[in-house]
């Protein structure tokens, strides 16, 4: 065991990071969205199930060096993962020819290419855990425990120091370099044969309902984990060092009651009682849980105060509940080593279906309170089944419990405002839990706002004037603009700009399609949705450039802030060379450029990265906002010399002289001011991970230092 749990510590670090990789590969490959996120933990937990079980029956009645082929596997693992960005670059080119030759099988395709990319190396994965009950002499506990002890490691590991520092490629080398070193480790150190007894459940230790025990466990921590994340994620802007945090919160609880299920065994403490324990604490903590917003920090040293407060206050928060639900199936695995690689999948499998049922069906149709008091009373009557006597009669507290959380839950107001507006100001005029986030229309003194996740996405009132300018600016820079495409939503002011800049037919590209039906709420728009011109597509911007074959003459995008997990990949030249393929060749693309969001550092990258696809670019600077307008086109023609739109008889807010004089850098001060700027890309995460999250909480005003090193290049002019 001394050699054995380091290495299995050091594999479960890796293993977390490739998990965290392949979402974020098949996120840049198949494009952001819940159905494509269902997909890919479908196909990592289903082939670890899968491993699982095919590795325990090849193992029955062989007598094998199970340290040998532990080290085989670690192997195979970290040399798949060599191959992972150019498999997933195969699988976007087939994803883009299946949409446009066979989109009735874009699905199939989409799943079958995950499989096959990801099935391998996770079900190599599952493998590994028969081969720790062998290994593990009987305290698969113990192996499990230092498994996730590694795996909530190397989350924070990966989200603050190797991304961020080295980069998604260098990432994948140093993630194979440990699984290949673990293999090899075991290959030479557990030489001995390990064969391990096959008794019959241990009755009494009250584990006779060890399947139910399983699947109702698995089932339960992560439909918990989908719906409090989404609380939790608001509280942290939904950036994606917030989520690793998170993550590792729940892995440091299951680790812990990993590590305690022998001692509570030992003193007859059942499995039942733990997961009643469990039962109650989720009815009696959910209404905290739906407040954590209303109270966690989010300015101040981001290193020193931050992060390790936000680890701790989520442990607080949520690890009661999840420790004690989480000693159930390390003690059954224990119990039953004969059946511990069935139980181990059967628990993978009701994971798989508590996470797609919490994202597809609990959260839209009762939303976050209900379902985490449905997870709660369902493990309270899988208790029941496993506890005698005056053991029963606790399940009543079921009944109080339920009681409190239905009294000290916060209202509508306070649920969806939560994060960004940290209150519950305003009226919320209404209000969407769907799979991919939960969006409310808010209407506080003066303007109505879209809050989507906790963060004001968008608005209408005077700190919105940009959002109709990022749709008039590059049709006025076109002369004859027929065909624009519109990526983000929103509120629909952009949208309802093109159209009436001269649009003929417009594309509107958002991958949540909820927005679309809350667009009327929002009179600014126009009703842009219902106007025959256009076209509402649900689906991630970057997958749609990718799959359409269609060539526009404007295309304008503005993603949500760039610091938000999965954003990056909106902000990096692998997107833009995306768009410029579709532009037309006088077309024009607008991005907008958040100065108030991004430090100098931040903005500059972006900015890098815009010029290093259109070269042939200007920054126009909003003057009421003072927002920026990123204007690029593959023409030849320096941009912003001709402005043909300026004598479309169009009513605009801004006279001419205030349209031109607003140009504020162009091509050649773009580029001092990015110079020595490392531009956004894939494999630099920028504006996912590192630095930015830090300098955007430090509670520094990140505008006025944007704003004077552009004024002083503009007056240099």
Known sequence: MAILLPLVLLAGAAGLGWEVLWALESTLALGQGAKGAAVTLAATMGGMAVGSLAMGRWLQGRDVVAGRIYGALEIAIGLWGLALLPAFAIVERLDGWTWQHVPAATGLARVAAIAIVLGPPAAAMGATFPLFVRLGRGRTSAVYAANVVGAATGALVLAFALVPTLGVHDTIRVLSATDVSVGFAALLLLRERVSVPAPPLRESLLVRDATLLAVATGFATFTLEVAWFRVLRAAFNSTTEGFAIMLSSFLVAIAFAAAIAPALARRGISPARMVLGAGLLVLGTTPAIER?????????????????????????????????LGTALPTILDAAPARAPTLYAINTAGAVAGSLVAAWILLPAIGLGPTSWLVGGLLVAVAFRGLQGWERSLTWLAVPALAVALLLRPNLEQRVTLGFLRSDVGTVIAHDDTPDGTLAVVEVPGQRMLVIDGFVAAGEAHLAHYMAWMGRLPMMLVKEPAHALVICFGTGQTAHAVLTEGATRLDIVDVNPAVFGLADHFPSNGGVVHDPRVETIAMDGRAWLRRTDATYDVITMEPMAPFQAGVNALYSTEFYELARRRLAPDGVVAQWLPLHLV????????????????????????????????????????????????????????????????????????????????PVTDDNQALAYGRLPAELLTGTSMLWPNLTEIQHLFEAL
Request: net charge neutral; hydrophobic share 45%.
């Open 292 to 324: 954590y917003p209303l109270f966690v920090p989010t300015v101040g040293p981001y290193y020193t105060m931050l992060v390790p407060l936000w680890l701790f206050q989520c442990i607080g928060i949520c690890g009661p509940a999840i420790a004690f």
């Open 599 to 678: 430090p100098q550092r931040g903005a500059r990258s972006i900015v890098a990265a815009f010029l290093k696809v259109f070269p042939n670019a200007m920054l126009w600077f909003d003057p009421y906002d003072h927002t920026g307008v990123l204007l690029g086109t593959p023409g030849e023609a320096p941009i912003g010399r001709e402005w043909p739109g300026l004598e479309r008889d169009v009513v605009r807010d801004l006279p001419r002289t205030a349209i031109l004089g607003t140009v504020r850098l162009d091509a050649a001060d773009l580029r001092l001011f990015s110079e020595g700027a490392v």
